[in-house]
């Protein structure tokens, strides 16, 4: 009787044994499962824009189209801590008119910057950022078409 006994006992601890051993590992692959949808969710939700996609920082420059002048000489300056400096001279005009603004902005979407702190109807605030360049939108934040789209660039150093 004590063998059967002994015996039990023995297969009993070893059954115990075993089965605490199967969620385990079960419980370590659901764990490395969930990590692994986890990096998938998060890469599936990136999307590359002009924010995250581009060396955006640094100072573009153009000759913008001017309805009272020759044109406008704009320099924008974008730094990476989401300030900036915008330079503008009116060419052409009896007296040339520079006007510095700085100030920071903001990201739109991740594919336009808004200038803070220039008045509505004032000048553009609008840009989209494009590779290596700056494309100014109108005063409503459309982006410009026409003859006089590509007129409405500015370029990077």
Not at 37 to 50: G, I, L, T
Not at 87 to 99: A, D, R
Not at 120 to 146: C, P, S, T, W
């Amino acid at each position: 009787m004590k063998k059967n006994s002994l015996g039990i006992l023995v297969v009993a601890f070893a059954l115990s044994f075993s089965c605490k051993e199967t969620p385990k590992e079960n419980n370590q692959v659901n764990q490395t499962n969930n990590s692994v949808e986890s990096v998938e969710e998060s890469s599936s939700n990136y999307s590359a824009n002009s924010q995250n996609s581009l060396d955006w920082g640094g100072t573009y420059h153009g000759e913008l189209p001017c309805a009272s002048c020759a044109y406008i000489q704009t320099s924008i300056s974008l730094n990476y801590d989401e300030t900036y400096v915008l330079t503008t001279i009116h060419i052409g005009k009896e007296e040339e008119i520079k006007n510095t603004k700085r100030g920071n902005f903001k990201w739109i979407d991740g594919q336009f910057v808004e200038l803070q702190g220039i008045p509505d109807g004032e000048q553009a605030k609008l840009y989209k950022v494009e590779e290596n360049r700056l494309r100014q939108l109108d005063l409503e934040g459309n982006v410009i078409e026409g003859e006089l789209a590509d007129k409405y660039l500015l370029f990077q150093e």
